[in-house]
């Protein structure tokens, strides 16, 4: 007899559409592995009309993270909201002794994300971070052709993407990221994931970070649905990010520019791996620079050999990645590439990111393992 | 009247054919500006053949540079040859007190650079030196362009490029290019050049350079002709460039990559530059990391409009920028955008490389203006 599927509980599956009913609920309905037991919003009404909007039949609905902590019928905490709420939503999960998996970034900041790691190895229970690039077919390719030795020794790394965030307006549900103590903005979010998938592709982490962050746009234009400016906002996030720094395992070198909005110019993904052998290129769509969500085509030139497309599996929607994870955590898909990301890679991520904050902000290389 | 043509005498014009047969010597054969009355080499069998190959009449022909520089009927030494040999070549001229044109990098570092313009002062002469990417229509295109404010605010602009040399091997005629101390590699040559390009079109110099320079062929095979290996020889020039600076103009995000070699992916030159308003993306053909010689495309894109390619004159040949470049030296064309670029000049850009050596060896934040 199979295992019984382990059950959840999800904070943040909006009635109005999120990223949770994009993500996370299409593959929640299709599998058996899981089973969708409770929901918790802000409010009880609001968590009742997800739970209406979606079918969703037999789920309790809460309106605080205690309470969706200590359902009996909850085995699994599914943290999908903004990220300076991560933190409250998720401490009472580990409390209650109960798994978590949250969006990446995990928290805040490093030192919110070393404390919920920290209560997590106490209290004995499993982790898992939404760095779901890990599971795009694209990436995975990437890496199993640097694996494969074919492009020889890595030289450099080249990555230039568009990060859809802080394009000179932002909407209402978007302010949050405005504040950099918010963590939650072009560095964190479509860079982190991105750069992510560089050290993962790369199975190397970086040393000797040198950043430049700019704020080109200390303040938006804050728009409404038809995207009319409504008024000005303050913005202390950074918008445009570059670093070079050195992979540890073999020191190429690595050169990563994340640009706000989107381009203009078609060019909003596109991340080269230069080897002494061979080279690939992958470049994504448009919103391609959140390559967690976007998928990017895969090119590979061997030695003299002509540049050719490689064939890789197509992510059906925006769930593939994410449902890929959920399943790499119940121990399906592994034999095939696909692996949980944990708290312990999403605190190395953190302490990257700090890194490049301190880099920009004092002018030195930094380094973070 | 017009004036008479100045007369020059030419070092390095080789007879098997060279940088100053491809370039200078279709321009000084087809202008009434200029006219070439001596030649020299290291020997003066060598030059007599190169006088005799060309068909080149009444030029005098000279073992050495006191001699031509003595020459009465020379007015400008134009010196074109390898880096290391640039100084002891251009001195004896200077101190004859001609004009002199000499090839980028002007010397072998800065220290020679700058005695080099100080005695050039000294003596009242007029300098040009071969940063030809200045006379490049596609450059002029995206300066205008760039002038011309349609990108509003630069957030930042990123470079990508392959440099050619040190891609693994090298011929018998590079040798001369390994050790660094000859201050002629792929980070002084195709790399000096594009950014020099860069400066020029966003008429701003850098600041707060953070460089990761590597050597990933410490050893490179030495081939014959055939491009047969023969030996291994010790490199100690970098092969591999990493950059990020801001605009010390308007504090625009700066990110220059140039890898080794030629790109297998078709990506041997992309360089986009991202405004608020608008963005530009220059692309180049195979070699086209040496930006100097391969003429890029211009595509421009502003605010909601569609990419677009923009019409540039195209260079008919490889002696287009440098016959240029000679034009504006005698006050031809300055009208249509074309300049002098002069000793002053290369020694910002020495002084811009001696930031960047300061930077990835010290792993600072360095600056040169």
Do not use: R, Y
């Given at each position: 007899m199979a295992d019984s599927p382990k059950r959840i509980g999800l904070i943040g599956l909006s009635a109005k559409g999120s990223w949770a009913s994009r993500s996370h609920l299409p593959y929640l309905q299709r599998t058996s592995l899981y089973q969708l037991t409770a929901l918790q919003n802000s409010s009880q009404a609001s968590a009742e009309s997800a739970a209406t909007k979606y079918s969703l039949k037999n789920v309790s609905v809460y309106d605080n993270p205690t309470a969706i902590a200590k359902d009996p019928n909850v085995d699994i905490v599914a943290v999908s909201v903004n990220v300076p709420q991560h933190y409250d939503l998720i401490r009472p999960a580990l409390e209650a002794g109960k798994d978590v998996f949250s969006e990446w970034p995990l928290a805040r900041n490093l030192a919110e994300a070393e404390e919920l790691v920290q209560l997590a190895n106490e209290k004995g229970v499993r982790t898992m971070v939404g760095l779901q690039a890990r599971q795009s077919p694209s990436i995975l390719q990437a890496k199993e052709i640097v694996a494969s030795g074919k492009l020889g020794k890595i030289m450099g790394t080249t990555m230039f993407g568009h990060g859809l965030l802080f394009g000179g307006i932002i909407q209402e549900s978007l302010l949050y990221a405005l504040p950099i103590e918010a963590g939650a903005n072009l560095l964190t979010i479509p860079f982190g994931h991105a750069v992510d998938a560089l050290c993962y592709v790369l199975n190397s982490e970086l040393k000797d970070i040198s950043a430049t962050l700019s704020n080109h746009y200390p303040e938006l234009d804050l728009v409404d649905e038809n995207y009319e400016p409504i008024e000005k906002r303050k913005k202390t996030a950074h918008d445009f990010v570059s670093i070079n720094a050195s992979l540890v395992n073999g020191g190429g070198n690595v050169d990563v520019t994340y640009a706000p909005g989107l381009s203009r110019t078609g060019r909003d993904f596109v991340w080269e791996i230069i080897g002494t052998e061979g080279s690939?290129?992958?470049?994504?769509?448009?919103?391609?620079?959140?390559?967690?969500?976007?998928?990017?085509?895969?090119?590979?030139?061997?030695?003299?050999?002509?540049?050719?497309?490689?064939?890789?599996?197509?992510?059906?929607?925006?769930?593939?990645?994410?449902?890929?994870a959920w399943d790499a955590w119940a121990g399906v898909g592994l034999d095939k590439g696909y692996s949980v990301t944990t708290w312990k890679d999403a605190v190395l991520r953190h302490k990257m990111i700090e890194a490049i904050y301190r880099s920009a902000e004092k002018g030195t290389r930094e380094n973070y393992v």
């Open positions: 690939i290129v992958l470049e994504g769509p448009k919103m391609g620079g959140h390559v967690q969500m976007f998928q990017p085509s895969v090119k590979l030139a061997v030695g003299q050999e002509e540049l050719k497309e490689v064939k890789v599996d197509k992510a059906a929607d925006t769930s593939f990645n994410v449902g890929k």
